[in-house]
């Protein structure tokens, strides 16, 4: 199974520079959001602008790339799991909470500081007191209370909570942690191995949860059982030489490509089903990505791929509210048109959220394995003692 410690080197890295790119998408498109005017209001428009503001739009594709890209990796390895008589809630709970609440706490906490902050900014309580028509209802202020962050804290946004404070990026967490609960149920009923009282137990857990999510989450669910089943079909026999699977590699990133252009042209279309047709089309592509026996990579491109989906998750989680906050303060100015000295600004900005991130995830995102290991020493311990 071509899972990340079995991949070849080269499509390793390049789903490494996916992730990193796919969080980078969310963020810059959020700089733009919150700092420039909307695309009817450009002065002086131009072929440039039409293309900036094009790329600087898929943030909610983004996601949907991640959430292939989780199915990829957590689904299969789920599966073997299963299938191999291996499974353990003990440790994936722990390995796939150290992930998740490494990160989710701190950003939350530093979500609501930045929130009290920008409160008490006179010109910036138009961002926090009213609703913010591109990004939220109601405003952040209404949704700073405890019982909103313990919602967030345990995966409840999305489903009975709404979004912690100004950190609009968490709905997603709650869709990704509700998978990695209910795909596992469903393999666990579906389990030869397991005894009939105990799968339909499970099948039972997965119907409950499914009507708990509710019907958007479980919808969704499906396009992450599309990165699941990219490790379950059959691998690919390539025959030919590098050049050609260079060229298949690129010939199934135009399907793609396609419907990105696709949703850019016709923003009113339905969301569901472009999210539908990303997802596919993505999966389609990784596929081909990961089964290319190309193993040739510059090392300099492999440590900048692995750095930059190293604080992925953390950027993701972060950078929100800074912005907001930024963008509160700088409210006398306005919003921008995209000339070259506001480009600037915005660059710089972007690169603070960066850098901001970075220093973040060092203290977190980069402690997993550490914390992992720390939190699964008692029962290795145990382990040891029961077998002298």
């Keep these: 199974m071509a899972l990340k410690g079995q991949l070849g080197r080269r499509a390793s ?3 490494d520079l996916i992730r990193g790119v796919a969080a980078l998408a969310v963020m810059v498109g959020h700089v733009r959001g919150l700092f420039f005017v909307d695309y009817p209001y450009i002065s002086n428009r131009s072929l440039l602008h039409t293309a900036l503001y094009a790329l600087t739009g898929f943030g909610h594709q983004a996601v949907i790339v991640f959430f292939v890209m989780s199915g990829y990796f957590i689904g299969t390895r789920v599966y073997e799991s299963v299938a191999n008589h291996r499974w ?3 440790i994936y709970l722990v390995n796939r ?5 490494l990160v989710l706490l701190p950003a939350l906490i530093l979500g609501l500081l930045w929130d009290q902050i920008g409160m008490r900014i006179p010109q910036a309580a138009s961002f926090y007191y009213g609703g913010l028509y591109k990004y939220f209802t109601p405003s952040v202020a209404l949704r700073s209370t405890a019982p909103v962050f313990f919602g967030n804290l345990f995966f409840l946004q ?5 979004v912690f404070g100004s ?6 967490l709650s869709y990704e942690f ?3 609960i209910l795909f596992p149920a469903l393999m666990l009923a579906a389990a030869s191995w397991m005894g009939l009282r105990f799968r339909f137990l499970y099948f039972g857990l997965a119907m409950v949860l499914a009507w708990f999510v509710g019907m958007q989450i479980s919808l969704y669910f499906l396009i992450w059982m599309m990165g699941m089943l990219i490790g379950r079909i059959r691998r690919l026999k390539w025959s030919g030489t590098s050049r050609a699977i260079a060229l298949a590699s690129a010939g199934a990133s135009l399907p793609l490509i396609a419907v990105l252009a696709w949703v850019r042209a016709h923003p009113n279309a339905s969301e569901v089903g472009t999210d539908f047709a990303i997802g596919l089309c993505f999966a389609s592509w990784i596929y081909v990505l990961i089964h290319s026996r190309r193993e040739d990579v510059s090392p300099a491109y ?3 791929a692995k750095a930059f989906a190293g604080f992925s998750y953390t950027l993701y989680l972060t950078h929100f509210p800074a912005l907001l906050l930024l963008r509160g303060a700088l409210d006398p100015l306005g919003n921008w048109q995209p000339d070259w000295k506001h480009l600037a600004y915005a660059l710089s900005i972007a690169l603070l959220a960066l850098g901001y991130a970075y220093l973040v995830a060092e203290c977190t995102e980069a402690r997993t394995g550490t914390v992992r290991r720390f939190l699964m020493q008692p029962w290795t311990t145990l382990s040891k003692e029961v077998a002298r």
């Design 88 to 90: 353990s809630w003990r």
């Design 167 to 172: 950190n609009g990026p968490l709905w997603s």
């Design 178 to 180: 509700w998978y990695y």
């Design 158 to 162: 999305s489903v009975v909570s709404p």
């Design 302 to 304: 492999a440590k900048a």
């Design 13 to 15: 890295v390049h789903l």
């Design 97 to 101: 909470l150290t992930r998740l609440q």
